[in-house]
């Protein structure tokens, strides 16, 4: 039997690209070998949203051709966001036998032992493809794609070119992927794309509400999850949609990037502040308790002192329950990455610490509150030996059940009880 090692960075698409690869794989006689083992096949699916997650991929590509050293028989094969943008620098390397475009990718068909495969142009795609997946490799909850690309182009994002305009999956193939999903097991389903509040499906006048209100009612699914949604993208038929679902968890991200208006106007962002603060509101009043969290960048090209701090009072205003923090990276091709006035490493450095701090802040006073209100949480098992269990809460932190009874894809839900290890411990865990 063949064996095939594929490696995965970057955000929940290309986890469920890769999943999709994954399953053809095996279904073609692969046995799915981790990467750090000897195998036939080796493939890349990479990320460019940053500097750094260029490197990882590079060093990915290397760790591969190590392999390849050792035995000239292996193929290697690269694609995702970063082969997207640099497929001729990758495909320089020597030992590299394939680099493969985002839109085809998901179909194994077109370009494994196709010799007639040739890289495509990510910017003229113009629907989505699917592949119907059964499983998410080596995950208990499922991802759901039912969007790709993004039409937005702010000034310091790489990702619209690697991922070409924005296109929607079908409403109808929405919900036959969920439902095949559910037959086969999950219990939780967690929506993504690449700017998922885009989601439309033009030919059914369908948006993103309708597919949370279809999925509410589907029979076997449990809880459902919604990824990062851009401010500006949030409506009130949205807002309506989940305040109505009894499996919509209650955890929105958001993507603030500045909480200053005058850096949000050079990045290119769609919004003011004023919009997130009353996004929030609505989002609190819709579900109690709700866990709001948001992305944050700093030192972006040109960010004073003043509008840092701008950020930090707004962010101390907000109190969310916790921050995704992220240090600014020029990305090639972008207008940030032209800007004269550049921030130095050290003050990059000393803002992203403090905003860290912030961020374990909010998040530790967002459990007490959990606690305080007597919150009940659920999640689905992903964990359960020596009779403990331990799941992602629908309130996106970990929860902790003393059981001898629960295992793994079990409902656990239960009221918080106290702090325990980086989550909570529950009272009394119940199960269905």
């Given amino acids: 039997m063949k064996k095939a090692a594929v490696a995965t960075l970057g955000c929940k698409v290309n986890q469920v690209e890769s999943g999709a690869i994954i399953?053809?794989?095996?279904?073609?006689?692969?046995?799915?070998?981790?990467?750090?083992?000897?195998?036939?096949?080796?493939?890349i699916n990479t990320c460019t949203v940053t500097s750094r997650t260029d490197f990882k991929s590079r060093s990915l590509i290397r760790q591969?051709?190590?392999?390849?050293?050792?035995?000239?028989?292996v193929k290697i094969i690269v694609t995702g966001c970063y082969a997207q943008k640099e497929p001729q620098e990758i495909s320089a390397l020597e030992g590299i036998d394939l680099v493969v475009d985002n839109q085809a990718k998901i179909d194994v068909?077109?370009?494994?032992?196709?010799?007639?495969?040739?890289?495509?142009?990510?910017?003229?795609?113009d629907e989505m493809p699917w592949k119907p997946i059964k499983s998410i490799h080596?995950?208990?909850?499922?991802?759901?794609?039912?969007?790709?690309g993004c039409d937005y182009f702010c000034s310091y994002c790489a990702v619209p070119y690697g991922r070409g305009p924005s296109r929607s999956l079908d409403f109808g193939m929405v919900i036959k992927q969920a439902e095949l999903l559910v037959q086969n097991g999950y219990k939780e389903i967690v929506l993504s794309g690449v700017n998922l509040g885009l989601y439309r499906d033009i030919k059914a006048n369908k948006d993103l509400s309708d597919v949370l209100k279809a999925l509410d009612e589907m029979n076997g699914l449990n809880l459902l999850r919604i990824s990062s949604i851009e401010p500006d993208l949030w409506t009130d038929e949205l807002i309506r949609s989940i305040q109505s679902s009894g499996k919509v968890c209650p955890h929105f991200h958001i993507p603030l990037q500045s909480g200053s208006d005058s850096v949000l106007h050079r990045m290119g962002r769609r919004y003011q502040s004023d919009l997130v603060s009353k996004l929030i509101e609505k989002l609190r009043a819709a579900k109690a308790d709700c866990a709001i969290g948001l992305d944050?960048?700093?030192?972006?090209?040109?960010?004073?002192?003043?509008?840092?701090?701008?950020t930090i009072d707004f962010l101390n205003r907000l109190k969310p329950s916790y921050?995704?923090?992220f240090s600014y990276s020029k990305r090639k091709g972008t207008q940030a990455a032209e800007m004269s006035d550049q921030v130095h490493g050290e003050t990059v450095k000393r803002r992203v610490g403090r905003l860290t701090t912030l961020s374990n802040a909010f998040k530790n006073d967002y459990k007490l509150a959990l606690i305080d209100n007597q919150t009940k949480l659920k999640g689905i098992v992903e964990k359960a030996s020596k009779g403990w269990a331990s799941a992602l809460s629908d309130h996106y932190i970990r929860i902790y059940a003393r059981s001898i009874d629960l295992k793994e894809n079990d409902i656990v839900e239960c009221k918080?009880?106290?702090l325990y290890k980086d989550g909570i411990l529950l009272r009394t865990p119940d199960r269905d």
């Fill in 296 to 310: 944050v960048i700093s030192g972006f090209p040109g960010e004073t002192d003043a509008e840092y701090e701008q």
């Fill in 23 to 43: 399953e053809q794989l095996s279904e073609l006689g692969y046995a799915i070998v981790d990467f750090d083992q000897p195998a036939d096949l080796y493939i």
């Fill in 64 to 73: 591969a051709i190590r392999h390849k050293e050792h035995n000239p028989d």
């Fill in 416 to 418: 918080a009880e106290s």
């Fill in 109 to 125: 068909s077109q370009w494994l032992d196709n010799a007639s495969y040739r890289f495509q142009d990510i910017m003229i795609a």
């Fill in 323 to 325: 921050l995704h923090v």
């Fill in 138 to 148: 080596e995950h208990t909850r499922a991802f759901l794609k039912i969007q790709d």
